[in-house]
């Protein structure tokens, strides 16, 4: 009898902006590698806030990150990785879910972090489907700017301007639903 191969997970970290997603990797990426197992990191390339080839939280935190433009990058990068880790997860394409399925299929846990709602409230690009096909969520809040309730949404403080919705602090802020405003339908991007 032949043993069955090792099965991977796939876990979504999902959340409003400032909820500590990216932090909450960059603790998983540190454990990980403190017991020896091996790591790939991935990010959309898009998001080169704080540095091209680093995860980073707003708190200053980073971790090396390589920087991709499609989910079909990561598996050739990851090959042999025990831990498949992929930031700002909302960015990819709709291929991403199954990329991670077939991670995990070959034996790798995959850790995706994102937005699970964009700047109007509405869900963002691949995480519907990353949720109906995790094997584990955590939802993560953060303190409303306006209320202090608890948020889970991401209101845009600056004017949606040209294509790139990428931002942080003095662009963004965690809302409550009561406080939240959505930008006009017709800005959507």
Same mark, same amino acid.
């Given at each position: 009898?032949?043993? %069955?191969?090792?099965?991977?997970?796939?876990?979504? !970290?999902?959340?409003?902006?400032? $909820? *500590? %997603? $990216?932090?909450?990797?960059?603790?998983? !990426?540190?454990?990980?590698?403190?017991?020896?197992?091996?790591?790939?990191?991935?990010?959309?390339?898009?998001?080169?806030?704080?540095? =091209?080839?680093? !995860?980073?939280? #707003?708190?200053?935190? $980073?971790?090396?990150?390589?920087?991709?433009? #499609?989910?079909?990058?990561?598996?050739?990068?990851?090959?042999?990785? =025990?831990?498949?880790?992929?930031?700002?997860?909302?960015?990819?394409?709709? *291929?991403?879910?199954?990329?991670?399925?077939?991670?995990?299929?070959?034996?790798?846990?995959?850790? &995706?972090?994102? &937005?699970?709602?964009?700047?109007? @409230? &509405?869900?963002?690009?691949?995480?519907?489907?990353?949720? @109906?096909?995790?094997?584990? !969520?955590?939802?993560? #809040?953060?303190?409303? +700017?306006?209320?202090?309730?608890?948020?889970?949404?991401?209101?845009?403080? +600056?004017?949606?301007? @040209?294509?790139?919705?990428? *931002? @942080?602090?003095?662009?963004?802020?965690? =809302?409550?639903?009561?406080?939240?405003?959505?930008?006009?339908?017709?800005?959507?991007?």
């Amino acid at each position: 009898m032949h043993a %069955k191969p090792r099965q991977g997970e796939v876990e979504l !970290i999902c959340g409003c902006m400032f $909820s *500590g %997603k $990216s932090g909450m990797l960059i603790s998983r !990426i540190t454990a990980a590698r403190s017991r020896g197992l091996s790591v790939a990191a991935f990010k959309h390339a898009s998001d080169d806030r704080y540095a =091209r080839t680093r !995860i980073a939280a #707003h708190d200053g935190r $980073s971790c090396e990150a390589v920087p991709v433009e #499609h989910s079909g990058q990561i598996p050739a990068a990851a090959r042999g990785a =025990r831990l498949v880790v992929i930031d700002e997860a909302q960015f990819f394409d709709a *291929g991403l879910p199954e990329v991670c399925r077939s991670l995990a299929e070959g034996g790798a846990d995959v850790l &995706l972090a994102g &937005l699970d709602l964009d700047a109007w @409230g &509405l869900p963002f690009g691949p995480m519907p489907a990353l949720e @109906g096909m995790a094997d584990r !969520i955590t939802r993560l #809040h953060a303190i409303c +700017a306006v209320c202090g309730a608890r948020a889970d949404r991401t209101q845009r403080i +600056a004017p949606v301007e @040209g294509r790139s919705m990428v *931002g @942080g602090p003095g662009a963004y802020e965690p =809302r409550c639903a009561a406080c939240f405003v959505a930008p006009p339908a017709a800005l959507r991007r």
